[in-house]
């Protein structure tokens, strides 16, 4: 039987937590979810030793001890040197870094990194707060007597993106993602890339920008290249 929550529904499961933290707070958050998750007990990082992680929730202060620092110590069984953080996103959110971890063993059984279906989730996520970022946007720049938005070639675009968008999560959702190793999931992973690019030439100028939708999408894109080697690596 499955467990009700206080107000008598359903909990929600962690691949759905993480798309709506993806798709209402941002990449860092949905981060931050999947790192405190039961599942890794060390950084999730691949073979290779690179990894994307959230630095510090700008909601809190700043902490010297907090685990999730790229430069700070690191929870029970990680990695026992500092990991090197070789970028900085800032982004919607709070900023996300690329990491180097040092690289582990032959056998080491920390390389790993987080549950594919969850990192669709996460990045389904991304791609609906980008859409729904592209609706506000084309929505408040003029065109004659009307929006960008209200052209027909901007809403057909709109609505194929959203579609592609509703079957990708009706795909999920059907758990046909759920056990399978990451390095048989690129085609979905490059489903979710082909949406997200085709509504930043939407954004036009602004789809470009390192802060904005730019910077949430190639981090996007940056979480499958990363973490999608850790499977055909092994």
Known sequence: MTPLTASGTPPASPGL????LARTRGTAPALRELLGAPVPQALPHAPHGFALLPLNDPERPEDPEDPERPDGPKRAGAPEHPVEALRTYPLPGGPVALVRVPRPAPGDCRAQSFDPSALLW???????????????????????DSTVLLQPLVKAQLAEAAAEQAEFAAWLGGGLADGVPASRLRRPHDRLTRNGRALLRLFGAHGFMAEGPGGVAHVSELLADVHQDVE???
């Open 17 to 20: 937590r993480v798309r709506d």
């Open 232 to 234: 055909g690596a092994r």
């Open 122 to 144: 996460l990045r389904l996520g991304l791609a609906e707060g980008l859409l729904h970022s592209c609706v506000g946007h084309l929505g408040d720049r003029p065109s004659g």
